[in-house]
Structure formats: C-alpha cells, structure tokens
C-alpha cells in the first residue's frame, strides 16, 4: 500500500525547535516531490514547503511566512521527509501534514495525491 | 501572488447537487485541482487537471471551468460528503495556491 506516515510533533516552548518526520512506503520514494503544509485552527490549508527530486536537483521552495525558520529536507536512502522548524511561533500552531506528487517536479496537471495522517504541533508556553 | 477565492459556506440537502465555486483572475489557462477535508483526517484528492478523477473517487464528484471560475460538482450529496473543500493551483513553478475553503454542511 502507497502510503505516508507521519511522526513528531508535540507540545513546544516559543522560540524553540522542533523537527517532524514523513516516512514513505509502497512506492520509490526518490522519484517523488514531497511538500508540507498546514492547518492551524480555525483556518484553511496552508503550503509551508516542497523538495525536488534528486532527478529535478533537490531544490526546495519555502512559503514567505516560514523561509528562513523552516528547512525541508529528505533523506531518500530512508524513505523519509523532514521539516525542521526553528525560532516557532504561536502562530505556527496547526497540524502538519506531508504529501506526495506524483513527479519529481512541479507540472500544473499534477495534484497531491497521497497524504500523510498529520501531526499536531502546539506552539505555547 | 496568485490568488484563489471561494464562498466559505454552502448548504446543501441530502439527494441534492453541490456546486462549489474556485474564482481566480484567467484561471481558465490552470490547471484547478480539488480537495476534499473532513475533520480530523488527511486531504483526499478528489478532482484533478480541472476535471479528472482519482482511482475510487465517485463519479457523484465532477469539476468544470467557465471564464474565470472553476466549479465542482457534487450530485447526489450524502450525509458523508459534509467537509471542507479547497482548490488548488500552481502559481508558476514554485507556489501552491490554495482557495480559502468552502465548508459543505449536508442539512
């Protein structure tokens, strides 16, 4: 079964760091662009980031309210995504969640097909 | 940045159609992608490439465009159908854009 599972997430100070993971299974995970996004409370889907492909050189593209705190990375011997997030706010409270295109790269006729069970992340004192 | 803009609520009776609109300026020349969330659970892809359907997704669920908006349709609504829906485009090749969200209330 094609499939992400997600991991991490918590309770965490202000101004602290939390890292959170996605883990792919039944399909090679390389080939795949993988994107985060979020939904705080109350609120609508948000895109927070994506990474390239090895094929696509790996680039990355962070949206404004989180470039320069939040650094995606992957791992592709492992099958797993990371989203390292520093300098959190309250604001950053939302579950997070994982999703794959089915592409390597950005092409307007994909869409995010499979998605990850999301995590919580809580951003208080 | 782009910009996607659709009506926060609708409500709809069991048996009826569900017509969830996606306006965007000249959104005519994107692709529009649909979402369907239910709380407490992941994002399913529900419409694709304007109006393709994703293996298992019921053809009760359709999507269309005219001029500058995108429209899915849901036929038949059940009481299962009740989520939030988002659509969602590429801006260039390095943005997603999502709408706002409609939530769908089944009376």
């Known amino acids: 079964e094609v499939q992400l599972e997600q991991s991490g997430g918590g309770l965490v100070q202000p101004g602290r760091s939390l890292r959170i993971s996605c883990t792919g299974s039944?399909?090679?995970?390389?080939?795949?662009?993988i994107s985060w996004f979020r939904q705080a409370p109350g609120k609508g889907l948000e895109w927070v980031s994506f990474?390239?492909?090895?094929?696509?050189?790996?680039?990355?593209e962070y949206a404004a309210s989180v470039k320069g705190r939040f650094t995606i990375s992957r791992d592709d011997s492992k099958g797993i995504a990371y989203l390292h997030m520093i300098s959190l706010k309250s604001e950053d409270t939302a579950v997070y969640y994982c999703?794959?295109?089915?592409?390597?790269?950005?092409?307007?006729?994909?869409?995010?097909?499979?998605w990850g069970q999301g995590t919580m992340v809580t951003v208080s004192s | 940045s782009y910009v996607l803009t659709q009506t926060p609520s609708l409500s709809v009776a069991p048996g009826q159609t569900a017509r969830i609109t996606c306006g965007g300026n000249?959104?005519?020349?994107?692709?529009v992608h649909w979402y369907q969330h239910q709380s407490g659970q992941a994002p399913l892809l529900v419409v694709y490439?304007?109006?393709d359907r994703p293996s298992g997704i019921p053809e009760r669920f359709s999507g269309s465009k005219s001029g500058n908006t995108a429209t899915l349709t849901i036929s038949r609504v059940e009481a299962g159908d009740e989520a939030d829906y988002y659509c969602?485009?590429?801006?260039?090749?390095?943005?997603?854009?999502f709408g706002g969200g409609t939530k769908l209330t089944v009376l």
């Open positions: 999703s794959r295109l089915p592409s390597g790269s950005v092409a307007p006729h994909y869409a995010f097909d499979i």
């Open positions: 039944g399909f090679t995970f390389g080939d795949y662009l």
């Open positions: 990474i390239r492909s090895k094929a696509y050189g790996g680039t990355i």
């Open positions: 000249n959104i005519g020349s994107k692709n």
């Open positions: 490439d304007d109006y």
């Open positions: 969602h485009v590429w801006d260039s090749s390095t943005e997603v854009v």
